[in-house]
């Protein structure tokens, strides 16, 4: 998963004339940051990739009401990462669990990102990329794929 591409995936998708637009634009934006995912040497699967685009795009309905992207944005990732944790193998070959990174702070710091890129007057590409920056670490912090290894007998 890289910072740059979801920062430009994210300015990409910046304009859009209404919430459906909106809602198609940040979960593509994020699909394209997520598809990357790795836990150890196994890759998110595209049927896991698949269930938290799902979950996302739902957890975003309603997002253009006032103040409803600062909450719902940050709510959307976290129902993707539980969605993919859902999934269990379906979301990564041989997972037997899946723990989900806990985005305890994701809510706050957005809003913080936010409310910095507005107050320090930040042209789009630093706004982008700050709020990258949060949804990278919240992302990779505190995930973790259980895989039984399979046991040989010594012959």
Known sequence: MSID?????????????????????????????AKDAMAGALPLLPAGLALGVTAMSEGLVGMSAANAGLLLFPASITSFWLAVAGGLATSFAGATAVVPPPHTDLPAQFQDAVKDNIENVRNAEDSYRAIAQILYDNAVIGGVVTVVTPTFPIL
């Not at 430009?8 to 198609?24: C, D, M, Y």
């Open 5 to 33: 591409v979801l920062a430009e995936a994210l300015a990409a998708n910046a304009h859009t004339a209404s919430e459906s637009e909106a809602i198609t634009a940040l979960v593509s934006a994020y699909e394209k940051f």
